[in-house]
């Protein structure tokens, strides 16, 4: 089993930044590919970014230029660097991880984290 933590989330305004971070444990995945969802209220979970064990990356078009992911193997740990946060990006943020290509499809990724909540004020 592979368990994932997920931290960093909070209250920011408009156009600020937070810096999201996934710590995975257990059974940890060498190859595996990670990434972060969200979920808004009264909204499907939604793609934000994943990234391959050799850093090859992948965006949702909502984020792009704005986000970032990057991943840390010898620590098992992922991050997503959020700038320039807009109120609809509020949700809770969920880490998720597979031994998967690189995809936005969330039934290809085996193992999630509780989620962090991430709101944004106007």
């Known amino acids: 089993q592979v368990q994932l933590v997920e931290s960093g989330g909070g209250l920011v305004q408009a156009g600020g930044s937070l810096r999201l971070s996934c710590a995975a444990s257990g059974r940890t995945l060498s190859s595996g590919t990670m990434a972060w969802f969200r979920q808004a209220p009264g909204k499907e979970r939604e793609f934000v970014a994943a990234i391959t064990w050799r850093s090859n990356t992948y965006y949702a078009n909502s984020v792009k230029g704005r986000f970032a992911i990057a991943r840390d193997n010898a620590k098992n740990t992922a991050y997503l660097q959020m700038n320039t946060l807009k109120p609809e990006d509020t949700a809770i943020y969920y880490c998720?991880?597979?031994?998967?290509?690189?995809?936005?499809?969330?039934?290809?990724?085996?193992?999630w984290g509780q989620g962090t909540q991430v709101t944004v004020s106007s």
């Open positions: 998720a991880t597979g031994n998967t290509v690189i995809t936005s499809n969330s039934r290809s990724y085996d193992y």
